[in-house]
């Protein structure tokens, strides 16, 4: 199953926590905030879940291929 991944660039601190856990799936842009790779991934649910609940700035938002929201950290 695919899920789109978005981070709040308004509520990201750059800590690089996700970037660091989940380099298949996060990358820093320009201004060294976090994006999502791609705007949708097949990574394992649990891990995009613990990614999502580990990000300090609670930026990160997992939606299903449908569009409702799994979890906001």
């Known amino acids: 199953m695919a899920y789109r991944v978005e981070v709040q660039k308004d509520l990201c601190i750059s800590s690089g926590k996700c970037v660091s856990d989940g380099p298949k799936v ?3 842009d320009d201004q060294e905030l976090a994006e999502p790779i791609s705007e949708t ?3 394992e649910l649990q891990s995009l879940l ?7 700035g609670e930026a990160i938002t ?3 291929e449908s569009g409702e929201i799994i979890d906001h950290s």
Do not use: D, G, M, V
């Open 26 to 28: 996060f990358r820093f």
């Open 50 to 56: 613990k990614l999502a609940r580990n990000c300090p």
């Open 62 to 64: 997992i939606f299903a």
């Open 41 to 43: 991934t097949e990574y």
